[in-house]
């Protein structure tokens, strides 16, 4: 079925035949007749993407294209057109979060091409991108509707992006299963985003990526300072940026269920624009939630979203949840317990985003370096400097904050705090170093902190910043060709594109990349420390060294971080709504103790017998597939995204077909072994529609118990 309607950039005003409703004014309290929501800001863009240029789901790259290591380039690459940044976000966001390589189940088990019509996978159909209104910063939303949609047989699938990614940030996860199932896909970066606004050059991306600094541009973000404020900061603080998740003022987590209720609404605005019944007044409505199947999805924050977005559907808009290893943060219910096994029953469970990530970020360094850790971890080496780990080991120990007589000793002492005192699976030690070699926990946790306390980029709380590096890690001027992909490069959360995380109160305050800095306090370099302490002592609400009570600015910031913890946890009610949540057991980025299981137990307390949710822990899968393409995570690690992509398949049959969903349980994979021969099915077999016993996961006498 082709896209009906003009398919060029339109205007918002009333135009004849564009998106934006026509109405004369005496229609527009009509509710038969489709009507732009009030929440849409100017313009929405539509294009046609037909499967052999650009299309929706490959961006043109074909499967062969997305797994090969050569990226699209742009034929200027200072001037970068739509369809090139297009072409290289879905590359780039499609590799962030799907292994691609050869034999890790890619081309066999999932991809474009599996089960596709096309050789490629490539799939054709419109795409239509707007601004809506998301408070104090404007938030991207885009539907895809592809060529099979069937108006006959109306579904649904939301896309919120993962992580801090852009509008193209769940293109391989929500967007291919949706899309293939002929589906239309609502996407929403809500309130993250690659937005950017370069502080220096007063640049900013529009809603396509492309930069502008002229102000009445629209555009994805840009700091609230006024000229004078940014000239001031400048000289202060030269070649920084802005970035839309931190900078924003916004806690844009507080609103992710809005987000993604408002992504389905404009979705179906936009399918009544294509499919509703034309009629001299305007459009009239046909497709409604009681006729359009809706499946809340995507993985990680954008999981996390669909999840806040179910509790908060009073409409009816949603009819099933099927998510993915979801950043999840419960309200803390201490009447109930977890244990897993015969191990020790975990009462200290929920803890939240910002709690352990910044535990991770003070410890994992040093931790890096104990003995069943620092020989086995992939990427150990490579991605960590081993004396700037022995000197993170170092400066804990000074502070008392770690205990040993000698390195190993300290080292295996952080492991335990992360372990018994944060409630962190023994199962992630092997996938934390890597992560910590690529600032996942650094980044998070500096974003996190200014968005929760909705701070601006002038607070530069605990003298953390963003800028790019150079030699020894000084600031510089981010490179324009790096400035022109950011769209299409960044991850929404530095370091990415080129940016990084600077700590503007280095020893000799010389403001230098986190990664590589000295602390004033210890005169080491141990990837300055002081800076995650700080970030450490406002999660804490206290001193992480001393236990001192904090005093000044930073129990102010720590006050307003609490405050926006608060308004983003989740409350457990799914009304009853059928659910799916799937979690790797060895997840290092969102451990499952205070996610995931605490969700499922939380979701029990609340609905009890209602319950229609249904948790399926994965061993043998972590949190980024990407990452098992490489040798040693290839060996020990299967996709997560297969048992995905099951639950997906799942849930539709069960709202089609009124097929049962299967029980909560363990899935028990086995990974390829020694020389990571290609995967199969017996390895990775389907998610059992009767599990043995021995193999359920259940909420009993207020436990989550889960079997090893």
Same mark, same amino acid.
């Given at each position: 079925?082709?896209?009906?309607?003009?398919?060029?950039?339109?205007?918002g005003?009333?135009?004849?035949?564009?998106?934006?409703?026509?109405?004369?004014?005496?229609?527009?309290?009509?509710?038969?007749l489709n009507?732009?929501p009030?929440f849409?800001?100017?313009?929405?863009?539509?294009?046609?993407?037909?499967?052999?240029?650009?299309d929706?789901l490959?961006?043109?790259?074909?499967?062969?294209?997305l797994?090969?290591?050569?990226?699209p380039?742009?034929?200027?690459?200072?001037?970068p057109?739509?369809?090139?940044?297009?072409?290289? !976000?879905?590359?780039?966001n499609?590799?962030?979060?799907?292994?691609?390589?050869a034999?890790?189940?890619?081309?066999?088990l999932?991809?474009?091409q599996v089960?596709?019509?096309?050789?490629e996978?490539?799939?054709?159909g419109?795409?239509?991108?707007?601004f809506i209104?998301?408070g104090?910063?404007?938030?991207?939303?885009?539907?895809?509707?592809?060529?099979?949609?069937?108006p006959?047989?109306?579904?649904?699938?939301t896309?919120p992006?993962?992580?801090?990614r852009?509008?193209?940030?769940?293109?391989?996860?929500?967007?291919e299963w949706?899309l293939?199932?002929?589906?239309?896909v609502?996407y929403?970066?809500?309130?993250?985003?690659?937005g950017s606004?370069?502080?220096?050059?007063?640049t900013a991306?529009?809603?396509?990526g492309?930069?502008?600094?002229?102000?009445?541009?629209?555009?994805q973000?840009?700091?609230?300072l006024?000229t004078?404020?940014?000239t001031?900061?400048?000289?202060?603080?030269?070649?920084?940026?802005?970035?839309?998740?931190?900078?924003?003022?916004?806690?844009?987590?507080?609103?992710?269920?809005?987000?993604?209720?408002?992504?389905i609404e404009?979705?179906?605005?936009?399918?009544?624009?294509?499919f509703?019944t034309?009629?001299?007044?305007?459009?009239?409505?046909?497709l409604?939630?009681?006729?359009?199947?809706?499946?809340a999805?995507?993985?990680?924050?954008?999981?996390?979203?669909?999840?806040?977005? !179910?509790?908060?559907?009073?409409?009816?808009?949603?009819?099933?949840?099927?998510?993915?290893?979801?950043n999840?943060?419960?309200?803390?219910?201490?009447?109930?317990?977890?244990?897993?096994?015969?191990?020790?029953v +975990?009462?200290?469970?929920?803890?939240?985003?910002?709690?352990y990530?910044?535990?991770?970020?003070?410890?994992?360094g040093?931790?890096n370096?104990a003995?069943?850790?620092?020989?086995?971890?992939?990427?150990?080496?490579?991605l960590?400097n081993?004396?700037?780990?022995?000197?993170?080991?170092?400066s804990?120990?000074?502070?008392?904050?770690?205990?040993?007589?000698?390195?190993?000793?300290? !080292?295996?002492?952080?492991?335990r705090?992360?372990?018994?005192?944060?409630g962190?699976?023994?199962?992630?030690?092997?996938?934390?170093?890597?992560?910590?070699?690529?600032?996942?926990?650094?980044?998070?946790?500096?974003?996190?902190?200014?968005?929760?306390?909705?701070?601006?980029?002038?607070?530069?709380?605990c003298?953390?910043?963003?800028?790019?590096?150079?030699?020894?890690?000084?600031?510089?001027?981010?490179?324009?060709?790096?400035e022109?992909?950011?769209?299409a490069?960044?991850?929404?959360?530095?370091p990415?594109?080129?940016?990084s995380?600077?700590?503007?109160?280095a020893?000799?305050?010389?403001?230098?990349?986190?990664?590589?800095?000295?602390?004033?306090?210890?005169?080491?370099q141990d990837?300055?420390l002081?800076?995650?302490?700080?970030?450490?002592?406002?999660?804490?609400?206290?001193d992480?060294?001393?236990?001192?009570?904090?005093?000044?600015?930073?129990?102010?910031?720590?006050?307003?971080i609490?405050?926006?913890?608060?308004?983003?946890?989740?409350?457990?009610?799914?009304g009853?709504?059928?659910?799916?949540?799937?979690?790797?057991?060895?997840?290092?980025?969102?451990?499952?103790?205070?996610?995931?299981?605490?969700?499922?137990?939380?979701?029990?307390?609340?609905e009890?017998?209602?319950?229609?949710?249904?948790?399926?822990?994965v061993?043998?899968?972590?949190?980024?597939?990407?990452?098992?393409g490489l040798?040693?995570?290839?060996?020990r690690?299967?996709p997560?995204?297969?048992?995905?992509f099951q639950?997906?398949d799942?849930?539709?049959?069960?709202?089609?077909?009124?097929?049962?969903?299967?029980?909560?349980?363990? +899935?028990?994979?086995?990974?390829r072994?020694?020389?990571a021969?290609?995967?199969?099915?017996?390895?990775?077999?389907?998610i059992?529609?009767?599990?043995?016993?021995?193999d359920?996961?259940e909420?009993?006498?207020?436990?989550v118990?889960?079997?090893?």
């Amino acid at each position: 079925m082709t896209i009906r309607a003009p398919l060029a950039i339109l205007a918002g005003t009333c135009v004849a035949l564009s998106l934006t409703a026509c109405n004369d004014s005496n229609n527009n309290d009509d509710p038969t007749l489709n009507q732009r929501p009030d929440f849409v800001m100017g313009a929405i863009q539509a294009r046609q993407h037909p499967v052999d240029a650009n299309d929706l789901l490959t961006g043109g790259s074909g499967a062969t294209g997305l797994a090969s290591g050569t990226p699209p380039a742009f034929a200027d690459a200072l001037n970068p057109t739509v369809d090139e940044l297009r072409t290289l !976000a879905i590359y780039n966001n499609y590799r962030a979060l799907v292994d691609t390589s050869a034999g890790g189940g890619y081309g066999t088990l999932f991809g474009p091409q599996v089960g596709a019509a096309d050789a490629e996978g490539r799939i054709g159909g419109g795409e239509f991108l707007a601004f809506i209104d998301g408070g104090s910063v404007p938030l991207s939303v885009m539907v895809q509707i592809p060529d099979t949609f069937d108006p006959q047989f109306a579904c649904m699938v939301t896309a919120p992006s993962s992580g801090s990614r852009g509008i193209y940030g769940a293109i391989g996860t929500a967007g291919e299963w949706g899309l293939k199932k002929g589906c239309a896909v609502v996407y929403t970066d809500k309130g993250t985003g690659t937005g950017s606004h370069n502080l220096a050059t007063n640049t900013a991306q529009t809603l396509a990526g492309q930069l502008s600094n002229d102000e009445s541009v629209a555009t994805q973000f840009r700091a609230d300072l006024t000229t004078a404020e940014r000239t001031e900061f400048n000289n202060l603080y030269p070649d920084r940026l802005a970035f839309k998740h931190a900078h924003s003022q916004a806690n844009p987590e507080a609103d992710w269920g809005l987000h993604v209720l408002r992504s389905i609404e404009f979705g179906l605005y936009i399918l009544n624009e294509q499919f509703g019944t034309a009629s001299d007044r305007g459009r009239i409505i046909t497709l409604v939630p009681e006729n359009t199947l809706v499946i809340a999805s995507s993985v990680s924050n954008g999981g996390g979203a669909s999840i806040r977005a !179910a509790e908060q559907d009073t409409r009816g808009l949603i009819d099933g949840v099927a998510v993915s290893e979801p950043n999840v943060n419960p309200v803390v219910d201490t009447g109930f317990t977890i244990r897993q096994g015969a191990g020790p029953v +975990i009462t200290e469970h929920s803890r939240s985003l910002f709690d352990y990530t910044t535990a991770l970020a003070v410890y994992q360094g040093c931790a890096n370096r104990a003995p069943s850790v620092r020989d086995d971890a992939p990427f150990n080496s490579i991605l960590n400097n081993v004396t700037i780990n022995e000197n993170a080991c170092s400066s804990l120990a000074a502070q008392g904050l770690v205990t040993g007589a000698d390195l190993d000793a300290r !080292a295996a002492d952080a492991l335990r705090i992360l372990e018994q005192e944060v409630g962190i699976q023994p199962e992630q030690n092997l996938l934390a170093p890597s992560h910590f070699g690529l600032a996942v926990a650094q980044s998070i946790s500096m974003t996190y902190a200014n968005a929760y306390g909705r701070f601006g980029v002038d607070a530069r709380v605990c003298d953390l910043s963003l800028a790019a590096s150079g030699a020894g890690g000084a600031v510089v001027p981010l490179p324009a060709t790096q400035e022109a992909a950011l769209f299409a490069t960044s991850n929404g959360i530095p370091p990415t594109g080129g940016v990084s995380l600077i700590y503007d109160n280095a020893a000799g305050g010389v403001p230098t990349d986190l990664k590589v800095s000295t602390s004033a306090g210890s005169g080491l370099q141990d990837y300055g420390l002081d800076a995650l302490l700080c970030l450490r002592s406002l999660a804490l609400g206290q001193d992480a060294a001393s236990g001192d009570d904090l005093i000044g600015v930073a129990a102010t910031q720590s006050d307003r971080i609490a405050d926006g913890i608060e308004a983003i946890r989740a409350t457990g009610d799914l009304g009853g709504k059928p659910a799916i949540i799937v979690t790797g057991r060895a997840d290092a980025i969102l451990p499952i103790n205070h996610t995931s299981r605490p969700y499922f137990g939380l979701n029990r307390r609340v609905e009890g017998a209602d319950s229609g949710l249904r948790y399926y822990e994965v061993l043998n899968a972590h949190h980024l597939d990407v990452l098992n393409g490489l040798g040693g995570f290839n060996e020990r690690y299967i996709p997560l995204h297969r048992y995905y992509f099951q639950a997906l398949d799942l849930m539709y049959g069960h709202l089609t077909e009124q097929t049962p969903l299967p029980p909560s349980q363990v +899935i028990r994979t086995t990974p390829r072994g020694a020389g990571a021969p290609p995967l199969t099915t017996a390895q990775v077999p389907d998610i059992p529609a009767l599990p043995d016993t021995a193999d359920r996961i259940e909420f009993a006498d207020n436990q989550v118990r889960i079997p090893d």
